[in-house]
């Protein structure tokens, strides 16, 4: 900075010149950092990373509590968890995360809420390289275990979810079709998700083939790929195939 006349100034400041290069290293030196960290990650931990990023933790009585619920804009609720197990599926608590609900606020229904949420979990699976798996049940809330009762507004879902005088009631005939049509027109496709533990019931528990999805991004590595291959096929899966 050069003096030309009282009280002028021509140039910038070396002082803040030099502020300004100490904040432009440090952002780099962070920049650097998050991707090393993010390169260390495997695909479900960067998927849970990024989801973090993009949507809220909902609270309970003003503390985030232990649970697996996320928030995406203002109408819908969402629950992900790693997948923990699968057979012949070795690694999929590495690169497998389940989407075990979502749920749109009713009367915000019919705007778009949920497939703007799925597109951001199919985005948040290509950046990172992670399967989305999920069962086609469609369910509600009630408190007689029988009539399904319409959600007003998200406080008043988040509040049900933890209230024990609210239960789950699924339906598999509510709506099924058009839920099953929204995920395969979102890119997801049919894959069994059962394991061992099925045998321990009758086989007229289970949910169908076709209401069984998964979200294969294009990004996922073909040694995972390869570990899904017997799962995608019907005919070929032990578990569907039982008697």
């Known amino acids: 900075m050069k003096q030309v006349g009282p009280n002028k100034f021509v140039g910038d400041d070396p002082y803040f010149c030099q502020i300004a290069a100490e ?3 440090e952002s780099q030196r962070r920049r650097f950092n998050e991707c090393l960290i993010t390169k260390t990650l495997s695909p479900v931990d960067r998927f849970f990373s990024l989801l973090k990023e993009r949507t809220k933790r909902p609270k309970r009585y003003g503390f985030l509590v232990g649970h697996n619920y996320f928030r995406f804009g203002e109408h819908t609720l969402i629950s992900v968890q790693k997948t923990k197990n699968l057979s012949g599926v070795p690694d999929c608590n590495m690169f497998m995360c389940q989407l075990e609900s979502i749920y749109v606020v009713d009367v915000a229904r019919g705007q778009g809420c949920g497939t703007e949420c799925i597109k951001m979990l199919s985005e948040i699976a290509e950046e990172s390289g992670c399967v989305i798996e999920l069962f086609c049940n469609p369910f509600g809330w009630s408190c ?3 009539n399904m009762y319409a959600m ?3 406080e008043q879902l988040w509040n049900v979810v933890f209230d024990e005088k609210w239960d789950v009631v699924y339906d598999r005939d509510f709506q099924k079709e058009l839920t099953k049509f929204f995920y395969e027109r979102s890119g997801f496709v049919n894959i069994c998700l059962y394991d061992q533990w ?5 086989k007229s528990e289970d949910l169908p083939f076709e209401q069984q999805f998964a979200y294969l991004p294009f990004s996922l590595k073909p040694e995972y790929r390869k570990q899904l291959d017997g799962r995608l096929k019907k005919e070929a899966c032990e578990f569907c195939n039982r008697k």
Request: hydrophobic share 30%; proline share 0%.
């Open 152 to 154: 007003e507004s998200f």
């Open 23 to 25: 904040i432009a290293y």
């Open 144 to 146: 007689d275990g029988k």
């Open 198 to 202: 099925v045998y321990e019931r009758d």
